[in-house]
C-alpha cells in the first residue's frame, strides 16, 4: 500500500470507523474478512489497511448490524442483506458466512441526489421515463452502476411528473422525498416476503410506475413483463454487459417451449435498454459510466420477436438518428462532454425524508396541516388559517381533477 494513500488508521476496531475510513478515502465497497486486514475499493482497485481483523470482532460487528429481529434468520439462511446510514453514508451491506467465519460486503452509496446530471449521463435518458407503459431495462456487470442510473431515472420522474411510483428493492439503497410523485418505497425482507408477493401486490396498488431492483428468477422476470404490459412504466435491472445480452438472458431465463412467447412479450413492452460500465477519467479524477443505449425501433422487436439477438448490434451502429448509442458514440460525446458535475463541487443533501420541526397548529389533524390547492376555473374559499409560507418540504403535486394529490401532506409528519 503506498504510503499515505489512505488517511487515518482505525483507532477502534468497529464498524463505523471502518466505514468512515471507507468514506474519508472516497472508496466504493468495503470489504472485511476475519483474519484479513480491511480491504478498500477505491477507483476500481482493492487495497487493504490496517491490521487483521478477528472474527471475534467481526462477529459482534454483524450482530450489532443485523440486529436481534433478523440474527436467528441469518443464522438459518447463512447470509443477509441491509442497508443502513452511518456518518451520514448511505451503505448497503451483505453480510455472510466464509469458511474463515464471517464477511463483510459494503457498498458506500453516493451521498448526493442521484440524478442524470449528477451522474454525467446523457439527457437523452430523460426522455425514456416519458413513457407511461411499456419496460426500461438497466444492465450492466456487478458494480457498474445500475441502481445510481435507476434512481436517476426515477428521481426524474419525481422533479417532473404527477405519478404514483411504488419500487421493490432487496435492500432499498436510494432514498427517495416525494416532490411531484407520490413514492412508496418496500424492502424485501422487511416490507415484503419477495419480489413475486410484492409484485403481485403492485398492481392492486393503482401505480403508474414500478422499479423492481433486480429481475433474479423466471417468476420474477414473468411478473414484471405482465405489469408492464397491464399499462404501467415498469423499470428493472439486470446483470449484463451489453443490449443484446441483456435482453438474450431475460428470454433464455425460462422453460425452453415458452421462449418464442416470452420473446413476443418482452418486444411488444420493451421501451429501451440500457447497458453501462465505469470508466475512470485520469484528468477528471472521477469514475464516470459508459453507456449503450438500444430503442425499441420497429426492427429491433423483430429481432427480439425472432430471437435474432445478434443482429442488434446492427441497428446500434446505424440507430443514431433513433437516439441510439454505441459504447463507441457515448465515448466520443464523452470526449466532447464540457460541463461536469465533480464530486468536490457543492452537493445538494440526500434526498430523503426531512425532519420537519415547525409547529403545526393544534387544532388540525397533521393531514389538513396545508391549503387545499384551488383551481383556476373557481373562486377561492375565504380562509380562516394561513400557515406560514415554507419552501422545499411539501409533496408538491399538481390540482388535477380526480389525481390522487387532493391533500398534501408534509413529509415526516
Known amino acids: 500500500m503506498p504510503a499515505g494513500l489512505f488517511k487515518d488508521k482505525m483507532s477502534s476496531m468497529d464498524l463505523e470507523s471502518l466505514v468512515a475510513l471507507a468514506a474519508a478515502n472516497g472508496a466504493s465497497d468495503l470489504h472485511l474478512e476475519s483474519g484479513l486486514p480491511a480491504a478498500l475499493r477505491v477507483r476500481g482497485t482493492l487495497r487493504t489497511t490496517g491490521d487483521p481483523i478477528a472474527a471475534k470482532d467481526l462477529y459482534e460487528m454483524a450482530h450489532h448490524a443485523i440486529g436481534d429481529e433478523h440474527w436467528q434468520h441469518f443464522v438459518e439462511r447463512r447470509s443477509h442483506d441491509c442497508s443502513k446510514t452511518i456518518h451520514g453514508v448511505r451503505c448497503r451491506f451483505n453480510i455472510f458466512h466464509t469458511s474463515r467465519g464471517i464477511g463483510f460486503a459494503v457498498r458506500l452509496l453516493s451521498s ?90 403492485a398492481l392492486r396498488e393503482d401505480p403508474d410506475v414500478l422499479m423492481v431492483g433486480e429481475m433474479r428468477d423466471p417468476e420474477t422476470m414473468r411478473l414484471t413483463l405482465s405489469a408492464s404490459e397491464t399499462g404501467h412504466l415498469v423499470l428493472a435491472t439486470v446483470h449484463s454487459s451489453t443490449c443484446a445480452e441483456a435482453l438474450q438472458r431475460v428470454v433464455s431465463a425460462f422453460p425452453a417451449e415458452i421462449q418464442n412467447s416470452v420473446a413476443a412479450q418482452v418486444a411488444d413492452c420493451l421501451v429501451a435498454v440500457i447497458s453501462q460500465r465505469l470508466r475512470f477519467r485520469q484528468d477528471l479524477n472521477i469514475r464516470v459510466p459508459e453507456c449503450e443505449i438500444l430503442m425499441a425501433t420497429h426492427a429491433v422487436k423483430n429481432f427480439i420477436r425472432n430471437r435474432d439477438f445478434f443482429k442488434i448490434n446492427n441497428s446500434l451502429e446505424t440507430g443514431a438518428e433513433h437516439g441510439m448509442f454505441t459504447f463507441q458514440r457515448y465515448r466520443t460525446w464523452l470526449d466532447n462532454k464540457t460541463n461536469w458535475s465533480l464530486p468536490s463541487q457543492a452537493q445538494d443533501a440526500p434526498d430523503t425524508e426531512p425532519q420537519d420541526t415547525r409547529p403545526v397548529a393544534p387544532a388540525l389533524p397533521s393531514f389538513l396541516a396545508s391549503p387545499k390547492p384551488v383551481r383556476p376555473d373557481k373562486e377561492p374559499a375565504p380562509q380562516q388559517h394561513t400557515p406560514a409560507k415554507t419552501t422545499g418540504t411539501r409533496i408538491e403535486i399538481e390540482p388535477v381533477e380526480s389525481e390522487f394529490g387532493k391533500i398534501l401532506k408534509r413529509p415526516g409528519q
Not at 114 to 129: F, G, Q, R, S, W
Not at 161 to 171: F, G, K, L, M, Q
Not at 177 to 193: C, F, K, L, N, S
Open 112 to 201: 448526493f441526489q442521484a440524478t442524470i446530471e449528477k451522474l454525467n449521463l446523457h439527457p437523452d435518458l430523460k426522455k425514456l421515463v416519458s413513457a407511461t407503459h411499456g419496460l426500461i431495462l438497466v444492465s450492466g456487470a456487478t458494480g457498474s452502476g445500475k441502481s445510481s442510473t435507476l434512481a436517476a431515472l426515477i428521481q426524474e420522474i419525481n422533479l417532473t411528473d404527477t405519478r404514483h411510483i411504488v419500487t421493490i428493492e432487496a435492500p432499498i439503497e436510494y432514498t427517495f422525498r416525494p416532490r411531484r410523485a407520490y413514492i412508496r418505497q418496500r424492502e424485501v425482507g422487511r416490507d415484503t416476503p419477495s419480489f413475486e408477493q410484492a409484485l403481485l401486490d
